[in-house]
Each structure stands twice: as structure tokens, then as C-alpha cells.
């Protein structure tokens, strides 16, 4: 490789790791990612670094930032959609804006898995080169632990549950209303609280394989739970974008709730992402995440990052009907129950979710869903074993 060839790969992965709610340090690992994605595609390359002061321009703004003509940008953009680098969709006013999409949420990581895969070397290799950039990132968290906290602490929700409406008999899970004061006069509004609701309202549904269970299926976990994975919904915008790039399929309204349907049965966590985390925004997709694969699950639980959820549930326990059984607990996503000396469940409010799975598998059916509008922040776990930055 050209010492030309290989500071624009490291150029254009500086420009994507500084993309999207998590930035990441540019490492070995992260430049090797983009060479794997992108080739020696140098005009690729090229219109990457375009994007390094803005990540989303019209096709003129692109015009004057990479110096290509609007016929070849068209065609670079393409290719970078296909590989999961850029979102290539007009505006709601019909206006074509080009964005260069982070390593992941959402973005490259992602869409690599999210179509259907082969096992091939080359996607465990990726899913590797993955699986050693979100470790960096943990070590760089671990190492830097006391000054990131109040950051992570103010930033907005990164997705948002949506809960689980029936039992696994197909009673409706008891929903407990927020008490609002007589006197209040403030209206707020607030977006879908059943997945059905969402699917319902959108012409365009796109349904992909679920990236997490894929991509711990190429690193050699396979889903503990046997979880189903062509679930993973995109509405709208990013139904066309999905669909277009051939990471999903379209599917009707009918089909969509079918596969939600299975989702639900195989007690998955239904979590909704809204753009630039505005929940005012409608939907841009639904991931139905299992406890063991979920990639925001399990970067929480090693120490990597914080778990940063918005939820509209709080599960209530009835220490009467409670046996102690023990099954929520297993199905807790986030370890928010746990047996207290009576051998009875207790609920930990900080640290629950709202996603209504217990509640969906209590036999007893002595756990209910309290509304009320709540951020959830967990603090990801300090490691010992975890690198120090040199």
C-alpha cells in the first residue's frame, strides 16, 4: 500500500469515528475496519474526508467540499450506501442530503450485519475487528472512568422500551396510570407506547436480521435463548434506506406484526431508536433484543459504557401473589430484581427498564407495568483487569 493510500484510510476513519453519539479513538483497528469496508477505493476514500467539517450536505454543499462533480458523487455515495458508510435518502421537502453514518448506533457496525449473512472469513474477520474496537473503547472508559461519568450522565437517551403488552398466556399485562395533579394544565406528548401502535402508522416497513445475534453468531456465541433474528424493524426513511441497500426486506403492515408477534413469544425487549434521540420524532426503528446478544446489554455489563434508556414503565411487584419463583429474575434484562429475605422478588427502580418481560412471564401474574415517564442511567461496572491508556 501507498504511503498516499494509507493516510487517506486513516484520514477517512478519523472522520467517521468523530460520527455519531459514541466516538472512538482512531486505532489500528479502526483504520483496518475501514480498508476491509471500503477497499482501495481512493475516491471513496476521498469524498469521506469531504465530510469532515459537516456530516450530512445537500448534493451542492458536497459539490464544493469534495471537488467531485454531482454525477460522480451520486455514484460514491452509492457505493458507500451499499457499504454501510452513508445514508443516501431526501429530506421530508424531497431535498437528496447525503450523511455519513457513525461505527455504530446506527451505522457501519450495523448494517454489515444486519443483511443476511454467509459465515464466510470474511464476516467473522470484521465481526472481530468489531469485537477488538468496542474492547479499546472499554479500556479508554475504564481508564478515564471519574472524568466520563458526569458527561455520560447528561447525555440523552440513547433508545427507548417500548413494553411488552401481553402475557405469555395473551392476558393483557395490568397497566397502573400515572397520577397527574388536578391542577395541571401542561399537555404532554408523548410517542407510541406499543410496538403495534408504531408498526401501524408507517407505509414504509423494512424488516433486516437482528446485527447482534448475527454478529455473536460469527464470533462463535451463538443466542442462549435460540432467539429468532429476522426482526430487526426500520420505518419510513430508513425503511426505504434499508430496503434499498439490501440490509432488509420491505414487508407489509400484516407480516410486520407477525414477525412481532414471534419477537414477543420469545420475551424479547422491544426498543425504539427516534433521530438525534428526539422521542417528539416518529420512529426511525425498533430493535427486539434478547438479554444475552444485545449489543447495548453488553457493553453496559463489561464495563464499556453506561446504560442510558428513556421509558414510559416501571414494573410493581405484588408481594402477595409473589412466590418467589424466581423467573422474573431470569428474564430481567438488566439484573433490576433480585429475592429479598422473605424469598420474595424486589424490584431495584433505577435499574428497570419498564420492558414489561417480567410481568409477560410471572406465573403468578403479580407484576404490573406503573406509567411514568423516566430516564434510566446504570453506570457501567469498574474493571480491574481493563487496560490502562498508555
Given at each position: ?285 425498533i430493535c427486539n433484543c434478547c438479554k444475552d446478544c444485545c449489543d447495548t446489554l453488553r457493553i453496559w455489563r463489561n464495563g464499556t459504557l453506561p446504560m442510558i434508556n428513556s421509558t414510559y414503565h416501571l414494573c410493581v411487584i405484588d408481594g402477595d401473589a409473589c ?34 418481560v417480567c410481568a409477560r412471564f410471572c406465573p403468578e401474574s403479580a407484576i404490573s407495568l406503573q406509567e411514568g415517564l423516566r430516564k434510566v442511567f446504570i453506570l457501567p461496572p469498574r474493571l480491574r483487569n481493563a487496560q490502562q491508556p498508555v
Amino acid at each position: 500500500m501507498s504511503k498516499l493510500l494509507a493516510e487517506k484510510f486513516e484520514r477517512a476513519a478519523g472522520v467517521i469515528c468523530r460520527q455519531g453519539l459514541i466516538h472512538f479513538p482512531v486505532s489500528e483497528t479502526a483504520v483496518t475496519i475501514i480498508q476491509r469496508v471500503v477497499g482501495e477505493a481512493e475516491e471513496e476514500l476521498d469524498l469521506i474526508d469531504a465530510f469532515s467539517e459537516t456530516p450530512s450536505q445537500t448534493m451542492d454543499q458536497l459539490a464544493a467540499s469534495s471537488g467531485f462533480s454531482a454525477e460522480r458523487i451520486a455514484q460514491l455515495a452509492a457505493s458507500l450506501a451499499k457499504k454501510g458508510l452513508v445514508f443516501n435518502q431526501p429530506s421530508s421537502s424531497g431535498v437528496m442530503v447525503y450523511r455519513l453514518l457513525p461505527l455504530m448506533m446506527v451505522g457501519l457496525m450495523e448494517y454489515k450485519f444486519m443483511g443476511e449473512l454467509t459465515g464466510s472469513e470474511t464476516e467473522k474477520e470484521l465481526a472481530g475487528l468489531f469485537e477488538k474496537l468496542l474492547a479499546e473503547l472499554r479500556d479508554q472508559t475504564q481508564g478515564n472512568y471519574d472524568a466520563l461519568m458526569p458527561l455520560f450522565s447528561a447525555a440523552p437517551a440513547i433508545d427507548r422500551t417500548v413494553p411488552a403488552g401481553q402475557t405469555a398466556d395473551g392476558k393483557a399485562i395490568r397497566i397502573i396510570p400515572v397520577e397527574r395533579p388536578v391542577e395541571s394544565t401542561e399537555e404532554v406528548i408523548l410517542p407510541s407506547q406499543t410496538v403495534e401502535a408504531i408498526i401501524n402508522k408507517f407505509d414504509d416497513i423494512a424488516v433486516g436480521h437482528c446485527f447482534c445475534r448475527q454478529r455473536r453468531r460469527l464470533l462463535g456465541e451463538p443466542c442462549q435463548t435460540n432467539a429468532p433474528v429476522f426482526n430487526c424493524f426500520s420505518f419510513g426513511k430508513s425503511a426505504r434506506h434499508t430496503s434499498a441497500q439490501g440490509f432488509a426486506k420491505t414487508v407489509t403492515r400484516e407480516e410486520a406484526l407477525k414477525i412481532l408477534k414471534d419477537a414477543q413469544q420469545a420475551g424479547l425487549i422491544h426498543k425504539a431508536f427516534h433521530p438525534g434521540s428526539r422521542e417528539s420524532s416518529p420512529e426511525t426503528s425498533i430493535c427486539n433484543c434478547c438479554k444475552d446478544c444485545c449489543d447495548t446489554l453488553r457493553i453496559w455489563r463489561n464495563g464499556t459504557l453506561p446504560m442510558i434508556n428513556s421509558t414510559y414503565h416501571l414494573c410493581v411487584i405484588d408481594g402477595d401473589a409473589c412466590t418467589g419463583c424466581g423467573v422474573c429474575m431470569q428474564w430481567c434484562p438488566t439484573d433490576a430484581i433480585s429475592l429479598n429475605e422473605n424469598g420474595l422478588a424486589q424490584r431495584d427502580e433505577s435499574a428497570c427498564l419498564g420492558c414489561g418481560v417480567c410481568a409477560r412471564f410471572c406465573p403468578e401474574s403479580a407484576i404490573s407495568l406503573q406509567e411514568g415517564l423516566r430516564k434510566v442511567f446504570i453506570l457501567p461496572p469498574r474493571l480491574r483487569n481493563a487496560q490502562q491508556p498508555v
